[in-house]
């Protein structure tokens, strides 16, 4: 999917934008390759947007599916706790 016109822009913008929303919690290169999977693996919908000419719409659903991922990650990396913090507490 990522060789018709217009989807590899949409998902290079779509891995940037979330990229920079979740600075620090995730990286661009990671989001590409989430991007690229979702959009390998959603045939039909990138199908239908591109032949609606809704490349827009396209960047929005790629950009809702990358947030939420990218959500989940950063508030699990929040709970997570350095090891030698919690050494320095038992010593």
Same mark, same amino acid.
């Given at each position: ?5 217009g989807v590899p822009d949409?998902?290079r913008k779509a891995a ?28 039909? +919908? ?20 990358? +947030? ?11 709970? +997570? ?5 919690? +050494?320095?507490?038992?010593?």
């Open positions: 999917m990522l060789q018709v016109d949409v998902s940037a934008k979330v990229a920079y929303e979740f600075r620090g919690a995730t990286e661009y290169d990671d989001l590409h390759q989430d991007a690229a999977i979702l959009l390998a693996s959603h045939p039909d +919908t990138v199908r239908d947007y591109v032949r609606r000419g809704k490349l827009g719409l396209l960047h929005h659903w790629l950009w809702c599916r990358l +947030t939420n991922a990218a959500g989940r990650d950063a508030t699990s990396s929040n709970r +997570t706790v350095p090891f030698d913090d919690v +050494t320095s507490l038992v010593a």
